[in-house]
C-alpha cells in the first residue's frame, strides 16, 4: 500500500479514537436514559472498525 493510502488509514483511526473521546466526555447527568443508551450502542459500535483499522495497520507495517 502507498504511504499515502497507509497515512490515510492512520487518519481513519485517528478520527475514530476521536469520536470514542468525545462521547465519553458527555456527562451522564446531562443525559437521559435513552440517551445514555445510544451512546452506549454507537461506542460499542466504533469497537469493531477500530479493531479492523488497527489489523490493516499492523498488516502494512509489518508487525503480523
Known sequence: MRQPDINRVKRAMEHIEAAKTHLNSIKWENMSDKENRMVNSAL??????SSV????????????
Not at 460499542?44 to 472498525?49: A, V
Request: aromatic content about 0%; hydrophobic content about 45%.
Open 53 to 64: 483499522i488497527k489489523a490493516v495497520i499492523s498488516v502494512v507495517e509489518g508487525e503480523v
Open 44 to 49: 460499542e459500535s466504533l469497537c469493531e472498525p
